[in-house]
């Protein structure tokens, strides 16, 4: 006779002892416990009895990483069972660059139940010096006849070794990219070749599935990238997610209306690209369903007028166009975005960066911020968000903008710049920070004056961030004169 594993005891009624065992528990309750568990947990699960090994291993071997399957420290015959069961569970598979191509074609093509595959190029690492264009196409055929899903990140162009695969044929022209959903390329320095460019358009015409597109230009600051040039009856997928680093926008609207498609966007990235030529081709129309917006202008340098010209654009899109936003990341000039167009999207918005143009680190000059007063109109109106990056002006002590940022009902999470108040020509003790100090008396104020529930998760003060000085080393090194301190 089995002894009861816990008492029940119901106050006004008797006392009865009932056996309240784990594996008692119909499969379907143990699966909605077990869900709850983290891998590790559901590891040490397996190894309790058969019915629990039989429930849990689908579950660890639903999402696997390759690299965990093919790993040589481990002894054959662990790797084995591994990868049998894989082959028959696996659902989600993690691919890095140092996997062997052999290896990644045997998966690809035992794998039962496979629905997606997520590859992570690393051309630094791979075991294989390999074209990644034919990488691609290797895990397409594979991937084609079960109808499995392809994620591809952090994928650089490898210029020559493109040229020449281009040259030798490819890439095929017959059921190429009908797996690829996203595509998401990594950083580099070297600036793409035309012909590498020209072989990422031509997959791209070949991706009728494709919804995430991040494209990334050479890292060089304020460089404009390449541009796609299309010809006659080329348009590109329907993205419901793109990204644009570093890509020298010139399309005009004549352009985006043969050959891009913006009828599905929902997120949309402009980072180091000149915003006003985008969005005085692109209709206003086609982003009205945006909910992500993240928005970083190049021009400012180079065309400082159509770069405030952008700010305007941005600003009609966002009051009259766009009708929810989620997110909303944006670098502009604040004196030409009037704070009525955030309070479109009160209802909405749970996260807001909000900051001005290259603001120096001089304590002495006006720096464009919002001020107490548009803080706590927003502060009463934004009941949804969560996290917010504004910068605050040191040069009086922002107590009433501290105060207004205590009063957003939800917000949890806050970052704040400012410019140092160390000067170099000021002078202080050893062992004193008056920055350390200030940020000190920030904390102070928002932890204090913080009503209701909600309770701050994360509070970052970034000093000086805004602009890099050259320091003389030999004459002593000034703190925060050309670098940045977080608190």
């Known amino acids: 006779m089995e002894e009861p594993c816990s008492t029940l005891a119901l106050p006004g009624l008797p006392c009865y002892n009932t056996s309240l065992r784990l594996d008692n528990l119909c499969t379907d309750v ?56 894989a082959f028959t569970y696996t659902r989600q598979l993690f691919i890095g660059g140092d996997i062997k191509q052999d290896d990644i074609k045997r998966f690809l093509a035992n794998t039962k139940e496979l629905q997606s595959v997520k590859y992570t190029y690393s051309p630094g690492r791979s075991v294989e010096p390999i074209c990644p264009w034919k990488q691609v196409y290797d895990m397409e055929v594979h991937l084609r006849e079960g109808n499995a899903r392809l994620y591809i990140d952090n994928f650089t162009l490898t210029n020559p070794i493109d040229e020449a695969w281009n040259l030798g044929g ?60 299309f010809e006659e009856n080329q348009r590109l997928p329907p993205f419901k997610d793109l990204m644009l680093k570093n890509y020298d926008w010139k399309h005009d609207a004549e352009d985006v209306k043969l050959h891009w498609d913006f009828s599905r966007i929902r997120s949309l990235a402009l980072l180091m690209i000149p915003v006003y030529k985008f969005l005085e081709s692109v209709p206003f129309s086609d982003l009205a369903q945006l909910q992500h917006l993240h928005v970083e202008d190049y021009s400012e340098a180079i065309e400082h007028e159509n770069s405030r010209r952008a700010t305007e654009k941005l600003y009609a899109l966002i009051k009259e166009d766009i009708r929810a936003l989620q997110t909303l990341n944006l670098t502009c000039f604040i004196e030409l975005f009037h704070i009525d167009a955030l309070l479109v999207h009160a209802q909405s918005l749970t996260s807001l960066v909000f ?42 002590f922002p107590e009433t903008c501290l105060l207004a940022l205590c009063q ?8 704040l710049h400012t410019q140092t108040v160390i000067q170099p020509d000021s002078s202080h003790r050893p062992g004193q920070d008056p920055d350390l100090t200030r940020a000190y008396d920030c904390f102070t104020i928002l932890v204090r004056q913080r009503p209701g529930p909600t309770k701050w998760q994360r509070v970052v003060i970034n000093v000086g961030g805004w602009r890099e000085r050259v320091v003389n080393h030999r004459a002593g090194r000034k703190p925060r004169i050309g670098h940045s301190k977080t608190y």
Do not use: W
Request: proline content about 7%; glycine content about 4%.
């Open 30 to 85: 143990l699966l909605l416990v077990f869900q709850k568990l983290h891998p590790a947990g559901l590891s040490t699960l397996a190894c309790v009895c058969r019915r629990f090994n039989d429930i849990v291993t689908p579950m660890i071997y639903r999402t696997v990483p390759l690299d965990l399957l093919v790993d040589e420290q481990h002894p054959e015959e662990i790797l084995s069972r591994r990868q049998e069961k």
């Open 408 to 415: 957003f009902p939800r917000l949890h999470s806050l970052v």
């Open 170 to 229: 490819f890439p095929p022209k017959t059921d190429f990219g009908k797996s690829l959903v996203s595509l998401k390329m990594g950083s580099t320095q070297v600036l793409h070749s035309e012909s590498a460019l020209d072989i990422l358009k031509k997959l791209l015409l070949r991706t009728p599935i494709l919804e995430t597109f991040h494209y990334m230009g050479s890292r060089a600051p304020r460089v404009p990238g390449r541009q796609f040039i």
């Open 355 to 396: 900051r001005n143009h290259h603001i120096s680190n001089n304590l002495r000059q006006h720096r464009p911020v919002l001020n107490a007063e548009q803080l706590t109109i927003l502060s009463k109106s934004q009941s949804s968000l969560e996290s917010l990056e504004i910068d605050i002006d040191h040069r009086a």
